[in-house]
Structures are given as structure tokens and as C-alpha cells.
């Protein structure tokens, strides 16, 4: 089993950068996949970026490829999400997830098994 606790949300003008941070604890983190995921008002939750801890293997949703980047820090077992060149479109909860999983990454909420509490990220226009 491992527990999951997000931070680094806010508000942030369009145009600016965030990072989010997913301090994973419990055994044997580097086995697991570790996703982040975003749920806006009335939609539904979806992938926005994922990686395998072991090797680290990285996947995104394509609105965020070339401006959001998935990270790890093996001594803290901590996974980062920096988000750069933010959009008012991305203004959601972003929660982080993690699957014990060491093949590609998962992309559907339904494919991890724990979840952190989640972190809102507000983008203003």
C-alpha cells in the first residue's frame, strides 16, 4: 500500500508556471506508476501526465505536451509536476495517483489504486 499527499496548487495568471509535488510513503514505491490527473467543474477526471517510477518512463495528455513535465526524485519519493505556460483551461483539482505498475503507463482513472487528496490549481485570464 502507499499514500499519496499532493501540494503546490494555487491561483496563477495565464501564463505562468506552478509546480505540484506527490510525496509518496509505503513499500516499495519504485515498483509503482504514478499518474497525475485533473478534474474540472460538470467533467470528467482525466490523465494529464504519468510515470513509470522504475525507469522512468513518462506519458501526457497531448494539451500539455511541450509545457507540463512529470519528474521523480528517488530520495524523497516525491513526484513532480511542473507546469509551465499555464492556460485558464487548466484551472482544475489535480490529484496524483499511483498503481503498482511497471509496464507502460496507465492513462484511465479506473487503472490506479490510490489516490492523494488532491490540490486545486486556479489559472485566471
Known amino acids: 500500500q502507499v499514500q499519496l499527499v499532493e501540494s503546490g496548487g494555487g491561483l496563477v495568471q495565464a501564463g505562468g508556471s506552478l509546480r505540484l509535488s506527490c510525496a509518496a510513503s509505503?513499500?516499495?514505491?519504485?515498483?509503482?506508476?504514478i499518474g497525475w490527473f485533473r478534474q474540472a467543474p460538470g467533467k470528467e477526471r482525466e490523465f494529464v501526465a504519468g510515470i513509470r517510477w522504475s525507469g522512468g518512463t513518462t506519458d501526457y495528455v497531448d494539451s500539455v505536451k511541450g509545457r507540463f513535465t512529470i519528474s521523480r526524485d528517488n530520495a524523497k519519493n516525491t513526484v513532480y509536476l511542473q507546469m509551465n505556460s499555464l492556460k485558464p483551461e487548466d484551472t482544475a483539482v489535480y490529484y496524483c495517483?499511483?498503481?503498482?505498475?511497471?509496464?507502460?503507463?496507465?492513462?484511465?482513472?479506473?487503472?490506479?489504486?490510490?489516490w492523494g487528496q488532491g490540490t486545486q490549481v486556479t489559472v485566471s485570464s
Open positions: 509505503g513499500r516499495a514505491v519504485s515498483t509503482y506508476t
Open positions: 495517483a499511483a498503481v503498482r505498475w511497471l509496464g507502460a503507463v496507465i492513462t484511465t482513472p479506473g487503472g490506479y489504486d490510490y
